[in-house]
Protein backbone atom coordinates (compact mmCIF):
# COMPACT_ATOMS: atom_id res chain seq x y z
CA UNK A 1 0.00 0.00 0.00
CA UNK A 2 3.07 2.26 1.19
CA UNK A 3 4.42 1.89 -2.45
CA UNK A 4 1.72 2.66 -4.69
CA UNK A 5 1.07 5.49 -2.53
CA UNK A 6 4.68 6.24 -3.05
CA UNK A 7 4.27 5.43 -6.98
CA UNK A 8 1.55 7.70 -6.91
CA UNK A 9 2.79 10.87 -5.30
CA UNK A 10 6.05 10.06 -7.64
CA UNK A 11 3.47 10.48 -10.74
CA UNK A 12 1.37 13.17 -9.60
CA UNK A 13 5.47 15.31 -8.88
CA UNK A 14 6.74 14.45 -12.19
CA UNK A 15 3.41 16.08 -14.01
CA UNK A 16 3.57 18.95 -11.75
CA UNK A 17 7.41 19.49 -13.08
CA UNK A 18 6.48 18.86 -16.39
CA UNK A 19 3.77 21.62 -16.05
CA UNK A 20 6.08 24.07 -14.92
CA UNK A 21 8.48 23.23 -16.94
CA UNK A 22 6.59 23.80 -20.15
CA UNK A 23 5.30 27.00 -18.50
CA UNK A 24 8.86 28.24 -18.54
CA UNK A 25 9.61 27.19 -21.98
CA UNK A 26 6.51 29.25 -23.40
CA UNK A 27 7.97 32.00 -21.56
CA UNK A 28 11.29 31.84 -22.62
CA UNK A 29 10.12 31.54 -26.05
CA UNK A 30 7.77 34.75 -25.87
CA UNK A 31 11.08 36.43 -24.04
CA UNK A 32 13.14 35.22 -27.86
CA UNK A 33 10.45 36.81 -29.72
CA UNK A 34 10.08 39.57 -27.89
CA UNK A 35 13.67 40.36 -28.20
CA UNK A 36 13.30 40.84 -32.18
CA UNK A 37 11.41 43.78 -31.46
CA UNK A 38 13.19 46.88 -31.67
CA UNK A 39 13.25 48.77 -28.38
CA UNK A 40 10.87 52.00 -28.00
CA UNK A 41 14.09 54.34 -28.99
CA UNK A 42 14.70 52.74 -32.10
CA UNK A 43 11.03 52.11 -33.07
CA UNK A 44 10.02 55.77 -32.73
CA UNK A 45 13.24 56.87 -35.09
CA UNK A 46 12.50 54.33 -37.13
CA UNK A 47 10.43 53.72 -40.14
CA UNK A 48 11.70 50.58 -41.66
CA UNK A 49 13.77 47.79 -40.64
CA UNK A 50 15.09 44.75 -42.96
CA UNK A 51 17.01 41.54 -42.94
CA UNK A 52 18.99 41.79 -46.13
CA UNK A 53 20.63 38.57 -45.81
CA UNK A 54 20.83 35.19 -43.30
CA UNK A 55 23.21 32.57 -42.63
CA UNK A 56 26.46 34.46 -43.07
CA UNK A 57 29.67 33.35 -40.80
CA UNK A 58 31.16 35.96 -39.71
CA UNK A 59 30.85 38.56 -42.16
CA UNK A 60 33.95 41.64 -41.57
CA UNK A 61 32.78 44.32 -44.38
CA UNK A 62 30.57 44.87 -46.94
CA UNK A 63 30.89 47.34 -49.91
CA UNK A 64 27.86 48.71 -52.50
CA UNK A 65 28.62 47.80 -55.59
CA UNK A 66 26.10 48.70 -58.82
CA UNK A 67 22.83 48.74 -58.66
CA UNK A 68 21.94 47.83 -55.11
CA UNK A 69 23.97 44.81 -55.01
CA UNK A 70 26.02 44.29 -51.79
CA UNK A 71 29.51 42.37 -51.30
CA UNK A 72 30.25 40.87 -48.41
CA UNK A 73 33.93 39.46 -46.72
CA UNK A 74 33.71 36.87 -44.40
CA UNK A 75 36.35 36.43 -42.01
CA UNK A 76 37.42 32.78 -43.40
CA UNK A 77 38.04 34.07 -46.52
CA UNK A 78 34.64 33.98 -48.64
CA UNK A 79 33.58 36.47 -50.77
CA UNK A 80 29.72 36.84 -51.35
CA UNK A 81 27.80 38.97 -53.72
CA UNK A 82 23.98 39.81 -52.57
CA UNK A 83 22.17 40.09 -55.23
CA UNK A 84 18.08 40.31 -55.20
CA UNK A 85 18.34 38.40 -52.02
CA UNK A 86 20.64 36.01 -53.17
CA UNK A 87 23.90 35.22 -52.01
CA UNK A 88 26.58 33.78 -54.12
CA UNK A 89 30.00 32.86 -53.50
CA UNK A 90 32.65 34.50 -55.86
CA UNK A 91 35.40 34.46 -54.26
CA UNK A 92 37.32 31.77 -51.66
CA UNK A 93 40.74 33.22 -50.69
CA UNK A 94 42.54 29.79 -49.28
CA UNK A 95 45.59 31.81 -48.01
CA UNK A 96 43.28 33.90 -45.01
CA UNK A 97 44.42 32.71 -41.90
CA UNK A 98 41.39 32.61 -40.11
CA UNK A 99 42.50 31.79 -36.49
CA UNK A 100 41.10 33.55 -33.45
CA UNK A 101 40.67 37.07 -34.62
CA UNK A 102 42.28 37.12 -37.91
CA UNK A 103 41.31 36.01 -41.10
CA UNK A 104 39.58 38.21 -44.29
CA UNK A 105 38.79 41.56 -42.55
CA UNK A 106 38.65 45.09 -44.22
CA UNK A 107 37.72 45.73 -47.58
CA UNK A 108 37.39 48.70 -49.70
CA UNK A 109 36.96 49.91 -53.31
CA UNK A 110 38.84 52.64 -54.85
CA UNK A 111 37.19 55.62 -55.33
CA UNK A 112 37.36 55.09 -59.12
CA UNK A 113 35.94 51.70 -58.95
CA UNK A 114 33.29 52.24 -61.76
CA UNK A 115 36.39 52.85 -63.90
CA UNK A 116 39.14 50.62 -62.58
CA UNK A 117 37.54 47.91 -60.82
CA UNK A 118 39.70 48.16 -57.64
CA UNK A 119 38.89 46.09 -54.65
CA UNK A 120 40.62 46.24 -51.81
CA UNK A 121 41.13 43.66 -49.03
CA UNK A 122 42.64 43.58 -45.95
CA UNK A 123 43.38 39.87 -44.80
CA UNK A 124 45.36 38.07 -42.14
CA UNK A 125 48.14 35.57 -43.28
CA UNK A 126 50.83 32.73 -42.74
CA UNK A 127 54.64 33.97 -43.34
CA UNK A 128 58.05 32.38 -42.87
CA UNK A 129 58.45 35.15 -40.52
CA UNK A 130 55.53 34.19 -38.55
CA UNK A 131 51.54 35.80 -38.93
CA UNK A 132 50.94 38.76 -40.36
CA UNK A 133 48.32 41.20 -41.79
CA UNK A 134 48.72 42.30 -45.50
CA UNK A 135 46.77 44.58 -47.70
CA UNK A 136 46.13 43.37 -51.56
CA UNK A 137 44.22 45.11 -54.48
CA UNK A 138 42.41 42.80 -57.16
CA UNK A 139 40.43 43.51 -59.82
CA UNK A 140 36.38 42.71 -59.02
CA UNK A 141 34.76 40.68 -62.09
CA UNK A 142 30.91 39.95 -62.02
CA UNK A 143 31.93 36.45 -61.11
CA UNK A 144 35.19 36.60 -59.07
CA UNK A 145 38.78 38.37 -58.51
CA UNK A 146 41.83 38.92 -60.60
CA UNK A 147 45.31 39.76 -60.59
CA UNK A 148 45.61 39.89 -56.77
CA UNK A 149 48.68 42.03 -55.58
CA UNK A 150 49.84 42.47 -52.51
CA UNK A 151 50.79 46.27 -51.71
CA UNK A 152 51.34 46.44 -48.24
CA UNK A 153 52.76 43.40 -46.27
CA UNK A 154 54.31 42.87 -43.26
CA UNK A 155 51.92 43.62 -40.48
CA UNK A 156 52.50 42.05 -37.46
CA UNK A 157 49.35 39.74 -37.31
CA UNK A 158 48.30 37.40 -33.86
CA UNK A 159 45.10 35.46 -32.85
CA UNK A 160 44.02 38.77 -31.36
CA UNK A 161 44.77 42.72 -31.96
CA UNK A 162 44.94 42.46 -35.99
CA UNK A 163 43.05 45.72 -36.08
CA UNK A 164 41.44 45.29 -39.95
CA UNK A 165 39.56 48.23 -41.10
CA UNK A 166 40.33 49.58 -44.39
CA UNK A 167 38.56 52.88 -46.10
CA UNK A 168 39.72 55.49 -48.95
CA UNK A 169 39.94 58.94 -46.64
CA UNK A 170 38.49 62.36 -48.53
CA UNK A 171 41.85 62.63 -49.82
CA UNK A 172 41.92 59.48 -51.99
CA UNK A 173 44.40 58.13 -50.05
CA UNK A 174 44.11 54.50 -48.37
CA UNK A 175 44.04 54.07 -44.51
CA UNK A 176 44.62 50.87 -42.60
CA UNK A 177 43.60 49.99 -39.10
CA UNK A 178 45.72 47.88 -37.48
CA UNK A 179 46.00 46.52 -34.32
CA UNK A 180 49.17 45.55 -31.46
CA UNK A 181 49.51 42.00 -32.46
CA UNK A 182 49.28 40.84 -28.91
CA UNK A 183 52.23 42.50 -28.64
CA UNK A 184 52.13 46.18 -26.30
CA UNK A 185 54.88 47.32 -27.14
CA UNK A 186 54.98 47.58 -30.46
CA UNK A 187 52.16 50.30 -30.66
CA UNK A 188 55.02 52.83 -29.44
CA UNK A 189 57.58 51.32 -31.84
CA UNK A 190 57.52 53.16 -35.40
CA UNK A 191 59.60 50.62 -36.72
CA UNK A 192 56.42 48.57 -36.66
CA UNK A 193 53.34 48.79 -38.96
CA UNK A 194 51.13 47.23 -35.53
CA UNK A 195 49.28 49.23 -33.65
CA UNK A 196 48.95 52.16 -36.02
CA UNK A 197 46.63 53.76 -38.57
CA UNK A 198 48.28 53.62 -42.02
CA UNK A 199 47.84 55.70 -44.91
CA UNK A 200 48.92 54.80 -48.18
CA UNK A 201 48.63 55.84 -52.20
CA UNK A 202 46.32 53.63 -53.98
CA UNK A 203 49.51 51.04 -55.50
CA UNK A 204 50.98 50.87 -51.34
CA UNK A 205 53.18 53.91 -52.19
CA UNK A 206 53.58 56.44 -49.24
CA UNK A 207 52.41 59.80 -50.26
CA UNK A 208 54.98 62.28 -49.41
CA UNK A 209 53.18 63.64 -46.66
CA UNK A 210 52.98 61.32 -44.31
CA UNK A 211 54.28 62.44 -40.91
CA UNK A 212 57.22 59.90 -40.25
CA UNK A 213 58.22 59.35 -44.01
CA UNK A 214 56.66 55.51 -43.99
CA UNK A 215 53.28 54.42 -44.45
CA UNK A 216 52.64 55.29 -40.24
CA UNK A 217 49.93 58.44 -39.65
CA UNK A 218 49.08 58.01 -36.03
CA UNK A 219 50.21 55.73 -33.85
CA UNK A 220 49.63 54.47 -30.18
CA UNK A 221 46.36 52.29 -31.05
CA UNK A 222 45.62 49.06 -29.29
CA UNK A 223 43.24 47.35 -31.83
CA UNK A 224 41.38 49.68 -34.02
CA UNK A 225 38.64 48.29 -36.03
CA UNK A 226 36.78 51.51 -36.70
CA UNK A 227 37.88 54.61 -38.95
CA UNK A 228 35.48 57.67 -40.49
CA UNK A 229 35.76 60.95 -41.33
CA UNK A 230 33.27 63.99 -40.68
CA UNK A 231 32.19 67.06 -43.22
CA UNK A 232 35.18 69.23 -41.73
CA UNK A 233 37.30 66.24 -43.04
CA UNK A 234 38.68 65.01 -39.52
CA UNK A 235 39.42 61.48 -38.96
CA UNK A 236 37.61 59.60 -35.97
CA UNK A 237 38.68 56.04 -35.05
CA UNK A 238 37.25 53.39 -32.48
CA UNK A 239 39.82 51.75 -30.40
CA UNK A 240 39.29 48.52 -28.12
CA UNK A 241 40.88 49.36 -25.08
CA UNK A 242 41.71 46.23 -22.48
CA UNK A 243 38.41 44.85 -21.72
CA UNK A 244 36.83 48.22 -20.24
CA UNK A 245 38.07 52.10 -21.44
CA UNK A 246 37.28 51.54 -24.99
CA UNK A 247 38.37 54.82 -26.75
CA UNK A 248 36.88 56.60 -29.42
CA UNK A 249 39.56 59.33 -30.84
CA UNK A 250 39.96 62.29 -33.56
CA UNK A 251 42.79 61.40 -34.93
CA UNK A 252 45.69 63.97 -36.30
CA UNK A 253 48.60 63.01 -38.22
CA UNK A 254 51.64 61.84 -36.45
CA UNK A 255 49.65 61.60 -32.99
CA UNK A 256 50.28 59.53 -30.14
CA UNK A 257 47.39 57.50 -28.72
CA UNK A 258 48.76 56.23 -25.90
CA UNK A 259 48.67 52.68 -25.69
CA UNK A 260 50.62 51.08 -23.64
CA UNK A 261 51.62 54.33 -21.59
CA UNK A 262 48.14 55.47 -20.94
CA UNK A 263 44.57 54.11 -20.86
CA UNK A 264 40.82 55.71 -20.15
CA UNK A 265 41.06 59.53 -19.46
CA UNK A 266 44.96 59.30 -18.46
CA UNK A 267 47.24 62.14 -19.76
CA UNK A 268 50.62 62.80 -20.80
CA UNK A 269 52.87 65.12 -22.20
CA UNK A 270 52.92 63.85 -26.16
CA UNK A 271 49.80 61.62 -25.98
CA UNK A 272 46.43 62.13 -26.93
CA UNK A 273 43.44 60.76 -24.19
CA UNK A 274 40.52 59.42 -26.41
CA UNK A 275 37.27 61.68 -26.73
CA UNK A 276 35.31 59.67 -24.63
CA UNK A 277 36.21 55.88 -23.47
CA UNK A 278 34.00 53.58 -21.91
CA UNK A 279 34.97 54.35 -18.61
CA UNK A 280 36.34 51.08 -16.41
CA UNK A 281 32.29 49.43 -15.56
CA UNK A 282 31.24 49.21 -19.29
CA UNK A 283 32.57 47.22 -22.00
CA UNK A 284 31.63 48.22 -26.01
CA UNK A 285 34.47 46.42 -28.19
CA UNK A 286 33.81 49.06 -30.49
CA UNK A 287 34.16 48.02 -34.48
CA UNK A 288 33.09 49.55 -37.57
CA UNK A 289 32.20 53.33 -37.77
CA UNK A 290 30.37 55.63 -40.12
CA UNK A 291 29.57 59.21 -39.69
CA UNK A 292 26.58 60.95 -41.55
CA UNK A 293 25.62 64.57 -41.09
CA UNK A 294 28.33 65.05 -38.24
CA UNK A 295 26.97 62.07 -36.42
CA UNK A 296 29.08 59.19 -34.96
CA UNK A 297 27.57 55.66 -35.15
CA UNK A 298 29.65 52.42 -34.12
CA UNK A 299 28.98 49.06 -33.43
CA UNK A 300 29.89 46.63 -30.40
CA UNK A 301 30.47 43.54 -30.26
CA UNK A 302 30.47 42.70 -26.49
CA UNK A 303 28.46 46.02 -26.07
CA UNK A 304 25.83 44.66 -28.45
CA UNK A 305 24.89 48.11 -28.80
CA UNK A 306 24.90 51.19 -31.85
CA UNK A 307 26.59 54.11 -30.21
CA UNK A 308 26.02 57.64 -31.28
CA UNK A 309 27.29 60.76 -30.58
CA UNK A 310 27.76 63.78 -32.36
CA UNK A 311 31.13 64.45 -34.03
CA UNK A 312 32.17 66.70 -30.91
CA UNK A 313 34.87 66.58 -28.37
CA UNK A 314 33.15 68.78 -25.51
CA UNK A 315 29.63 67.86 -24.28
CA UNK A 316 29.23 64.58 -25.57
CA UNK A 317 26.00 62.65 -25.16
CA UNK A 318 26.79 59.05 -25.92
CA UNK A 319 22.90 57.23 -27.13
CA UNK A 320 22.60 53.67 -27.08
CA UNK A 321 20.39 51.47 -29.18
CA UNK A 322 19.37 48.04 -30.49
CA UNK A 323 20.42 46.86 -26.71
CA UNK A 324 21.30 43.13 -27.81
CA UNK A 325 18.49 42.81 -30.38
CA UNK A 326 21.20 41.25 -32.94
CA UNK A 327 24.04 40.28 -30.76
CA UNK A 328 27.26 41.10 -31.28
CA UNK A 329 27.91 43.75 -33.90
CA UNK A 330 31.02 43.91 -36.33
CA UNK A 331 30.17 46.54 -38.86
CA UNK A 332 27.54 49.64 -40.09
CA UNK A 333 28.03 50.95 -43.59
CA UNK A 334 25.46 53.63 -44.44
CA UNK A 335 24.03 53.39 -47.96
CA UNK A 336 23.25 55.54 -50.92
CA UNK A 337 19.20 54.47 -50.26
CA UNK A 338 19.76 55.99 -46.85
CA UNK A 339 19.98 52.72 -44.53
CA UNK A 340 22.44 51.56 -42.23
CA UNK A 341 23.40 48.24 -42.89
CA UNK A 342 24.95 46.38 -39.98
CA UNK A 343 26.46 43.20 -39.79
CA UNK A 344 26.32 41.09 -36.94
CA UNK A 345 28.97 38.50 -35.34
CA UNK A 346 27.33 36.22 -33.47
CA UNK A 347 29.32 32.92 -34.96
CA UNK A 348 32.85 34.43 -34.20
CA UNK A 349 33.00 32.27 -31.38
CA UNK A 350 32.27 34.36 -28.81
CA UNK A 351 28.95 35.06 -29.46
CA UNK A 352 25.42 32.67 -28.99
CA UNK A 353 24.21 32.69 -32.56
CA UNK A 354 20.58 33.32 -33.25
CA UNK A 355 18.47 31.96 -35.80
CA UNK A 356 19.90 32.46 -39.41
CA UNK A 357 22.69 34.53 -38.15
CA UNK A 358 25.07 35.54 -39.44
CA UNK A 359 22.65 38.60 -40.45
CA UNK A 360 23.20 41.74 -42.39
CA UNK A 361 20.50 44.13 -41.25
CA UNK A 362 19.08 47.54 -42.93
CA UNK A 363 17.73 50.35 -40.43
CA UNK A 364 16.60 53.50 -41.25
CA UNK A 365 17.40 56.06 -38.35
CA UNK A 366 16.37 59.55 -38.10
CA1 LIG B 1 44.44 55.55 -26.30
Do not use: C
Request: proline share 3%; glycine share 12%.
Amino acid sequence: MQVKTGILLATIGVIILLIISFGLRERKQEAIVGSQILPTLVEEKSNQTEIVATDLEIPWEIVFLDNEVILVAERKGRLIKIENGLKRTIAQIDEVKSEGEGGLLGMALHPNFSENKWLYLYMTVDRDSGTKNEVRRYSLGENGISDGEIILSGIEGAIIHNGGRLKFGPDGYLYVATGDANQTNLAQNLDYLAGKILRIKDDGSIPTDNPFENEIYSYGHRNVQGIAWDSEGRLWATEHGPSTMDEVNLIVAGGNYGWPEITGNETREGMITPVINSGTNETWAPSGMEIVDDWIYFVGLRGQNLYRMKAQTENIELERLLDGVYGRMRFIRFGKDGYFYIGTNNRDGRGQPKTDDDKIVKIFLE
